[in-house]
């Protein structure tokens, strides 16, 4: 009776370390919350903040876009986005909120990064980063330098922005006359996927029915749901450069 009694509290024993070994597994293995981080909070709040409103002109209204707290984007600085370029890895994306064409690939963007599992969107808004120009007397003059690293950032990613048809930036007068500055152009939305410092994929503007306006010369198009699954499979591909 005393050797059965010993062997029930050994296997009780067991019992009870085997449990709390399980317990202590199953805890580690858990899925972490994801962090949100202040910058993705920024980003969600500076292109929510526009939806409905107007554009600058007062003759077109922003689209109204959802993105989500948990978004992997991250801030990043001209010099930071050349270190990539030079010897990194990561997913570029040019843009600015007030662009009608990012409002409406970036939370397509956003939807494939989180899908594929991506770690992070290394985002520059362009808004003050690109020169500044515009017509004196029929003459393109640059009134504003831009960033101190933009015209570097020109030559890392030229391979991306030359063969682009509004490359050479030009001006247009009110006479439709147009001017060239001689000086190509990051134009937005650009993605760009760098693999271990070589660009293995990029993508400008959303899709050719919209890049440029509608039949109509409406630049403010909205993506039909055929034009957004087309874009969504670009993206997709390039982000899936990054993960091989």
């Known amino acids: 009776m005393t050797m059965n009694k010993n062997l029930s509290l050994v296997q009780i024993a067991l019992v009870g370390i085997i449990a709390i070994v399980s317990m ?12 949100v981080t202040e910058d993705m909070l920024r980003f969600r709040d500076e292109y929510e903040y526009l939806n409905g409103q107007s554009n600058a002109a007062g003759t077109q209204i922003m689209k109204t876009i959802s993105i989500p707290d948990y978004n992997r984007i991250s801030y ?3 010099k930071e ?34 899908e594929l599992g991506l770690d992070a969107i290394y985002y520059i808004d362009m808004t003050t980063i690109r020169t500044t120009w515009e017509l004196q007397d029929g003459v393109p003059v640059m009134t504003d330098q831009g960033h101190q690293y933009y015209q570097d950032l020109l ?48 993508h400008v ?14 630049h403010w198009h909205f993506l039909t749901e055929e034009e957004e699954q087309e874009l969504r499979v670009i993206y997709e591909n390039l982000v899936t450069l990054l993960l091989d």
Request: glycine content about 8%; some cysteine; proline content about 8%.
């Open 24 to 35: 202590a597994w199953l805890s580690g293995c858990s899925t972490a919350e994801p962090v």
């Open 76 to 78: 990043t600085t001209p």
């Open 81 to 114: 986005i050349l270190e990539i370029a030079a010897s990194g890895t990561g997913l570029i994306y040019f843009g600015f909120p007030q662009c009608p064409w990012c409002r409406q690939m970036t939370p397509l963007l956003i939807d494939v990064v989180l």
């Open 155 to 202: 030559v890392a990613f030229q391979s991306v922005i030359e063969p682009l048809e509004l490359n050479p930036f030009t001006l247009t007068d009110a006479d439709g006359n147009m001017f060239s500055t001689n000086e190509l152009r990051i134009f937005v939305p650009t993605v760009v996927a760098i693999h271990n410092g070589r660009i293995v994929g990029s």
């Open 205 to 218: 503007y959303t899709v050719p029915a919209s890049s440029l306006g509608n039949a109509d010369g409406n």
